[in-house]
């Protein structure tokens, strides 16, 4: 049995001890944004945030979550009050197919947290760990530029 808090909701399942933390959100909770590519940890689509930090979920285990605080795309912001961030992505054309945008979300959130992002430079290798077959990058940074100039009154 574990217990996790999710988005702010605390959920209290058994768990097998192999199952991954992407297929317990996904299957044990329903939050499908989170998105499982190469189940490696190499591509970033399935990276949430668990107890502060961006990490990949389809290589930890639910068990690595108990007693823990995981974030979710879905946890960000909703349809009608999105997340500066979501709005960014929007309104920038930070996204096309769609799959890699999870993951590239919950990046920069845990980025925008973290780090002052004085450049681009600054943001790109922060994105590096997520890939993108479809952008380019350029809008998903302009993007992530946006919200920093916002928060630092540029």
Not at 8 to 17: A, C, L, Q
Request: hydrophobic share 35%; glycine share 12%.
């Amino acid at each position: 049995m574990i217990k996790v808090t999710v988005n702010g909701t605390i959920y209290e399942r058994e768990v097998e001890p192999r199952l991954l933390l992407a297929d317990f959100l996904r299957h044990k909770l329903g939050l499908t944004g989170t998105h499982v590519g190469c189940e490696q940890g190499v591509c970033g689509a399935c990276t949430i945030i668990l107890n502060g930090d961006s990490v990949r979920s389809c290589l930890c285990f639910a068990v690595q979550a108990d007693d823990g605080e995981v974030e979710t795309v879905e946890g960000l912001g909703t349809v009608e009050n999105l997340n500066p961030l979501q709005t960014a992505f929007q309104e920038h054309h930070a996204l096309q197919c769609g799959f890699c945008t999870p993951g590239m979300l919950m990046t920069g959130v845990d980025l925008l947290r973290k780090y002052p992002l004085a450049t681009d430079a600054e943001i790109r290798e922060g994105l590096s760990g997520n890939l993108c077959r479809c952008t380019g990058y350029e809008n998903v940074v302009k993007a992530i530029r946006v919200v920093v100039d916002a928060e630092h009154g540029r």
